[in-house]
């Protein structure tokens, strides 16, 4: 899933707002996640969860396009029953989405940041709705729901041209190594397309083409690690190995040499501004314990 950009400190402070508001939870959710225009801004599971393995990116992305932005975002508090078909596709969670601060937020504004929480029980909408307001409270005393609208309404983005690489047009970075938290949540950056790329019609183009190059580096009978392409009207560059995967774009000219010292800069930038790109330490919580219930009194 693509993640927003981020100050560090303000991603790590929400982060552990979140981990204690679903800790605290009864009962507590499987997983919370906080996200605004569909990218993950943070998120949180339950150690009982985390340990069962990865949350695969094909049922994240379809969080996220379900109930983390876009026809959906203004619907007020939703509850719902979501399958996530790699994680069980024979089970599914009930899941809560609402909008954060929603009574202070621009009219304009048709997003914002959202919360979703995953539950195992049928019967726990209640219990999802009082951890939003915890969290929520906690938010804005600190001042940190305000500091997240305000990067929302900014964009919070950033062009190819930010890394200091003009021959750069476009890319896709995904680690894959780094603390195991991070490798719990698969996670991707890409700056936002521009020209060429600002029509629907181009975007699917370049599109294609990255999965064309993802389909030669993982061919089954002959996967490589390098993968320099020209096209009709740029030229392309795969890099795999065993830290990371990347996908980029150049201008026509560009040579094979040429591409990978842009690549090389690139990486110096993308490991200078992890703590911006990524969610580096989502550490999993442990729900607390069921609080007893009171003995009836004797007749």
């Known amino acids: 899933a693509r993640?927003?950009?981020?100050?560090?400190?303000?991603r790590r402070a929400v982060s552990g707002a979140l981990r204690r508001a679903a800790a605290a939870a009864r009962p507590a959710p499987a997983l919370a996640v906080l996200a605004a225009r569909g990218r993950l801004v943070t998120a949180a599971r339950q150690r009982a969860l985390a340990e069962g393995g990865r949350l695969c990116?094909?049922?994240?992305?379809?969080?996220?396009?379900?109930?983390?932005?876009?026809?959906?975002?203004?619907?007020?508090?939703?509850?719902?029953?979501?399958?996530?078909?790699?994680?069980?596709?024979?089970?599914?969670?009930?899941?809560?989405?609402?909008r954060l601060g929603e009574e202070e937020e621009d009219e304009e504004d048709e997003e914002g940041v959202?919360?979703?929480?995953?539950?195992?029980?049928?019967?726990?909408?209640?219990?999802?709705?009082a951890c939003r307001r915890q969290l929520e409270d906690t938010l804005r005393a600190q001042g940190w729901l305000a500091e997240l609208a305000a990067a929302v309404r900014g964009g919070a983005g950033y062009g190819p041209s930010r890394?200091?690489?003009?021959?750069?047009?476009?890319?896709?970075?995904?680690?894959?190594?780094?603390?195991?938290?991070?490798?719990?949540?698969?996670?991707?950056?890409?700056?936002?397309l521009e020209e060429p790329y600002t029509s629907e019609e181009e975007q699917h183009r370049l599109f294609d083409l990255y999965h064309y190059l993802h389909s030669r580096v993982h061919s089954p009978h002959r996967p490589l690690r390098l993968l320099y392409h020209v096209a009709e009207k740029e030229t392309l560059l795969a890099w795999v190995t065993s830290k990371f995967e990347l996908y980029s774009c150049f201008s026509?000219?560009?040579?094979?040499?040429g591409?990978?010292?842009?690549?090389?800069?690139?990486?110096?930038?993308?490991k200078k501004e992890e703590d911006w790109l990524f969610i580096r330490y989502p550490a999993p919580f442990c729900a607390a314990p069921a609080r007893p219930e009171a003995p009836e009194p004797e007749g």
């Open 3 to 10: 993640c927003l950009p981020l100050p560090g400190g303000l």
């Open 57 to 98: 990116a094909s049922d994240l992305h379809l969080l996220l396009n379900l109930l983390g932005g876009g026809a959906g975002a203004g619907a007020g508090e939703v509850w719902t029953p979501v399958c996530l078909p790699r994680f069980n596709p024979d089970g599914y969670f009930y899941a809560y989405a609402a």
């Open 163 to 192: 890394p200091g690489a003009p021959e750069l047009r476009h890319f896709l970075y995904k680690p894959l190594e780094g603390p195991e938290e991070m490798q719990q949540l698969p996670q991707f950056t890409s700056p936002e």
């Open 114 to 129: 959202r919360l979703i929480l995953l539950s195992t029980e049928r019967e726990g909408f209640y219990a999802a709705a």
């Open 252 to 257: 026509p000219l560009v040579t094979k040499a």
């Open 259 to 270: 591409a990978i010292a842009v690549l090389t800069k690139l990486l110096r930038w993308l």
